[in-house]
């Protein structure tokens, strides 16, 4: 099961406490207290791992180390450890306490989300001509603490999308070094799915049917993730009696969701078009080429269809 929104606590490191001390030797009197150590940050850092979130599920305070106290003979106390808490790429984090939100957009890519509290002064640092024997020190300072909605949306070059069964699996699978889960019935994928093709990233959205964007089915999960996909591959399965019309559903799915979906780059391609007679897939496609003229036929199993999808691949792969 794929987590893609959790909401966690988080809580930097507390500064250490500065100390009294003095020193003990003769002809060296004087003060000697050390400060304590920074309290430890908190980040997040970005992974490709997708289902990096599912090992947030049941844990959910999350708190860097406090920072150590000071000691004698001017020793300061060690900084807290940071703690990195790594999310996939496209991240969005919503500081729920701070009301502002953030993004983790590149592989590698840290974002502070709690600082750690200073640490407190020893006495050493108040010494003073008029003031040889300090007793003042300073507390360590607290650190931050936030409750965090980390929310994921996928950030992918193309976006499969379509109603169940339309063969979206099948065509990642062939495409790129996916091994999506495979089968004659709809639902087969239950989350998205990814995978690269020469460095362009393909992502199979499942779960969209009509009322999705009302939250029927596993659409309204999964239709986040379309709006960080830059070009569409709208798939229907050439099995279908009304392709337009089932392309018509998807459309009118994400313009309820998100208007702005809907001026995305869009190819469509009628699948599994070795399955049917060719005057159908003719009249099919010419359908389709009405209410978007980019439609073609596509099989995996048609050597020149997939010729023609990897030229349209590599077409978006020039363009980057």
Avoid: W
Avoid at 169 to 194: D, G, H
């Amino acid at each position: 099961m794929l987590i893609d929104d959790i909401t966690i606590y988080v809580k930097s490191g507390k500064g250490g406490d500065g100390i009294v001390a003095f020193n003990k030797n003769l002809m060296t009197l004087g003060p000697t207290g050390g400060s304590g150590g920074r309290g430890g940050n908190v980040y997040f850092e970005g992974i490709m791992d997708l289902s990096a979130l599912n090992h947030l599920r049941h844990k959910k305070v999350f708190e860097a180390e406090n920072g150590e106290n000071g000691k004698k003979q001017l020793n300061d106390g060690t900084a807290g450890e940071d703690l990195i808490i790594q999310v996939p790429i496209g991240t969005v984090v919503h500081n729920l306490t701070a009301k502002n939100d953030q993004e983790i957009v590149k592989l590698k890519e840290r974002l502070l989300i709690a600082k750690g509290g200073r640490g407190g002064k020893g006495n050493f640092h108040f010494r003073g001509p008029t003031n040889t024997s300090p007793k003042e020190f300073q507390y360590g300072q607290p650190g931050e603490e936030f409750n965090i909605r980390l929310e994921l949306k996928l950030i992918a070059d193309i976006g499969l999308i379509g109603l169940p069964n339309a063969g979206k699996s099948s065509l990642l699978n062939e495409l790129t070094n996916a091994k999506s889960r495979v089968a004659n019935y709809a639902f087969t994928t239950l989350e998205p799915n990814l995978g690269t093709y020469y460095g362009l990233i393909v992502a199979d959205i499942p779960g969209l049917i009509q009322g999705s964007s009302l939250g029927k089915g596993l659409g309204f999960k999964f239709l986040r993730h379309i709006e960080r996909t830059k070009i569409l591959f709208h798939l229907i399965s050439g099995e279908s009696e009304n392709p337009a019309e089932d392309y018509q559903t998807i459309r009118n799915e994400l313009g309820a969701y998100n208007k702005l979906l809907l001026q995305k780059e869009e190819y469509v391609f009628l699948t599994k078009s070795d399955l049917c007679d060719m005057l159908q897939i003719q009249e099919k496609v010419a359908q389709l080429k009405k209410v978007n003229p980019t439609a073609k036929a596509l099989s995996i199993h048609d050597f020149e269809a997939m010729e023609q999808v990897k030229k349209i691949l590599n077409q978006i792969q020039e363009r980057k």
